[in-house]
């Protein structure tokens, strides 16, 4: 059974910077697709960047230019560094992998950012 343990969310204040990690277990095959979605208190999920395997990454109009997703296949994880937070960018953090056609979800970090 694959798990998806997410880690490095936190309070930081507006401004500041917080990388997140999430890191797959119980699966020796690699992501095909790697992703990260928050959701915000009274907000739907919103996808924030994505990572194929050997494609580009697509990122949401509202994290361009600040987020930066990566991975890592040989851990079969995936990083989330995000610079210049905002307060709007509060929500909790939820790492997902597509792995041999099956979705999978961590269970969420909170990232928490003060005005």
């Known amino acids: 059974q694959v798990q998806l343990v997410e880690s490095g969310g936190g309070l930081v204040e507006a401004g500041g910077s917080l990388r997140l990690s999430c890191a797959a277990s119980?699966?020796?095959?690699?992501?095909?697709?790697m992703a990260w979605y928050r959701q915000a208190p009274g907000k739907q999920r919103e996808l924030v960047a994505v990572?194929?395997?050997?494609?580009?990454?697509v990122y949401a109009d509202s994290v361009k230019g600040r987020f930066t997703i990566s991975r890592d296949n040989a851990k079969n994880t995936v990083y989330l560094q995000m610079n210049s937070l905002k307060p709007e960018d509060t929500a909790v953090y939820y790492c997902?992998?597509?792995?041999?056609?099956?979705?999978?979800w961590g269970r969420g970090t909170q990232v928490t950012v003060s005005s």
């Open positions: 997902n992998m597509v792995i041999q056609g099956y979705e999978n």
């Open positions: 119980g699966s020796s095959f690699s992501a095909n697709v």
């Open positions: 990572i194929p395997n050997g494609s580009k990454s």
